[in-house]
């Protein structure tokens, strides 16, 4: 899936999972994980599936 998947958005450009044309994820699926104890907003968390380039 080069072109991206079109259901995971990413703009995170450092990630080797990155789309390079277009800001998309190329998994067919992603873990989202907690950067915090106590979640109670999106900064609290991440996608665990991120591996830097």
């Given amino acids: 899936m080069t072109n991206g998947n079109q259901s995971i958005k990413c703009v995170v450009s450092e ?6 044309t277009n800001q998309l994820c190329t998994l067919t699926s992603i873990s989202v994980g907690k950067s915090d104890s106590n979640v109670n907003n999106s900064e609290c ?9």
């Fill in 15 to 20: 990630c080797t999972h990155h789309a390079n």
């Fill in 45 to 53: 968390t991440e996608c665990s599936s991120f591996r830097l380039k």
